[in-house]
């Protein structure tokens, strides 16, 4: 599966964003589908990840309550709804398809995602 993230800019600190990822070919509700970011100088990090259905989804506690990940199956793509944005979500912003089962700690970690988007930067003015 190929993937597209975009939907990245600049925003206000309280601002909001929608990233969207499109995926290609027919496969795509197979996957589980991950958000991840990466701030200069630091390593990659879980964001976001959702079940093959959207009806189980995953945060990391920095995005808890602000960012929301879901899905269109019908429409291969994949999407994270940034809210409360802050100057600490600066990052490139990266979307992930895992062949993993949903929920386990490969859910959680870059090393279980097998295809990736090619970044979008979002930077969060203060």
């Known amino acids: 599966v190929q993937l597209q993230a975009f939907g990245g800019g600049l925003v206000q600190a309280g601002g909001s964003l929608r990233l969207s990822c499109a995926a290609s070919g027919r496969t795509f509700s197979t996957y589980v589908m991950g958000w991840f970011r990466q701030a200069p100088g630091k390593e990659r990090e879980f964001v976001a990840g959702?079940?093959?259905?959207?009806?189980?989804?995953y945060y990391a506690d920095s995005v808890k309550g602000r960012f929301t990940i879901a899905r269109d199956n019908a429409k291969n793509t994949a999407y994270l709804q940034m809210n409360s944005l802050k100057p600490e979500d600066t990052a490139v912003y990266y979307c992930?398809?895992?062949?993993?089962?949903?929920?386990?700690?490969?859910?959680?970690?870059?090393?279980?995602?097998?295809?990736w988007g090619q970044g979008t930067q979002v930077t969060v003015s203060s």
């Open positions: 959702i079940s093959w259905s959207g009806g189980n989804t």
């Open positions: 992930a398809a895992s062949r993993n089962l949903p929920g386990t700690s490969r859910t959680w970690s870059a090393s279980g995602y097998d295809y």
